[in-house]
């Protein structure tokens, strides 16, 4: 078999495996960019960097001064055209931002592919292996290290039973919870009702249960929503 063509082959089996490692961590963890996806990711890039940096013996029949061999600009015309496909697994519902960490292993796998394609197999392999430390032993990592939960609180009186914002939020504070934002104000219904809107944090997520139990419990309090932020 021609040089050549084992060289060729050789990058894109690299650019696969790595694609399929990083791509079964995705899956297993139920995301929406998956195995096939981060392997097609990974090989596209791995085959379009080899175009880039092989131009002059795929080309071959052409005059040499007709080529232009840039292998930065193929590489970044390839990172910029991963950006829109990451961007696609982004999705925003409310105070929730999921489709962050997929985007990024989307990113990643293809600068993978890129190296690949150039030949780099040592820095492909070891970034490879920090990518599915970063996604899978960071996890554990991540769950242990203390964090503040966001959520956002809407509370409803009616008019003539409103109580005041300081009465409010000394309510949330008894539930070792903290006012993040300022709060909104906002009148509805022809001016029946009246709305208090603030962002709210707390290092125990359970406290939010025990604010919606507390409210749920005051009968000034018409009604409410307490809607938790994740970010992924």
Not at 137 to 142: A, G, K, N, T, V
Not at 190 to 203: H, N, P, Q, T, V
Request: charge should be neutral.
């Amino acid at each position: 078999m021609d040089t050549s063509v084992i060289t060729v082959l050789t990058h894109l089996l690299g650019a696969t495996l790595a694609g399929a490692l990083i791509g079964l961590e995705r899956t297993y963890h139920g995301r929406p960019a998956g195995f096939r996806t981060h392997v097609l990711v990974c090989a596209a890039s791995s085959l379009l960097m080899l175009l880039g940096t092989k131009q002059a013996a795929i080309l071959s029949g052409l005059p040499p001064e007709s080529l232009r061999i840039d292998p930065a600009r193929m590489a970044q015309g390839i990172m910029t055209g991963i950006g829109f496909l990451g961007a696609g697994v982004i999705m925003k519902d409310g105070l929730s931002v999921r489709g962050l960490t997929t985007a990024a292993s989307i990113w990643i796998t293809a600068s993978i592919g890129v190296i690949i394609g150039a030949g780099f197999y040592l820095p492909a392999a070891m970034a490879t292996a920090l990518t599915l430390a970063t996604l899978s032993l960071f996890r554990w990592l991540e769950a242990t290290v203390p964090t503040l939960a966001y959520a956002r609180l809407a509370v409803r009186y009616t008019r003539t039973a409103q109580i005041s914002e300081n009465t409010l939020i000394m309510l949330i504070q008894r539930q070792d919870i903290s006012v993040a934002s300022n709060t909104t104000y906002r009148q509805s219904a022809e001016g029946k009702f009246f709305d208090y809107e603030l962002s709210i944090r707390s290092a125990e997520t359970e406290n939010f249960r025990r604010l919606a139990d507390v409210l749920a419990a005051t009968s000034e309090v018409l009604e409410f929503s307490l809607t938790p932020a994740s970010e992924k």
